[in-house]
């Protein structure tokens, strides 16, 4: 089993950046593909990046690739997600997601939820 804790989210204003942070419990964090969703009020659940094993592969959503950089340090347990020129927009509770698997996949299913972190961008 693997644990899950994001931290780093808060109330910016629009322009800013911030940094997520997700640390995992375990042994086994270097054996998994990484990804960070978002859900915003009203809207469903959307995967916006992710990161295999070793870091060698990344995956950014198109609308917001230019403003996102997905990393992690296995010797940590901890994958990051910085966020620049935030938006209104993006404002949500950002989760961090682990995959039984090194390999980084668009649209597979993860195994391991954090609890969520909340970003909020005011105009």
């Known amino acids: 089993q693997v644990q899950l804790v994001e931290s780093g989210g808060g109330l910016v204003q629009a322009g800013d950046s911030l940094r997520l942070s997700c640390v995992a419990s375990?042994?086994?964090?270097?054996?998994?593909?990484m990804g960070w969703f978002r859900q915003a009020p009203g809207k469903e659940r959307e995967f916006v990046s992710g990161i295999s094993s070793s870091g060698g592969n990344r995956y950014y959503v198109d609308s917001l690739k230019d403003r996102l950089t997905i990393s992690r340090d296995n010797a940590k347990n901890t994958v990051y997600l910085q966020m620049n020129s935030l938006k209104p927009e993006d404002t949500a509770v950002y989760y961090c997601?682990?995959?039984?698997?090194?390999?980084?996949?668009?649209?597979?299913?993860?195994?391991?939820w954090g609890q969520g972190t909340q970003v909020t961008v005011s105009s």
């Open positions: 375990g042994r086994t964090f270097s054996r998994y593909a």
């Open positions: 997601a682990a995959r039984q698997s090194p390999t980084l996949r668009v649209g597979a299913t993860y195994d391991y």
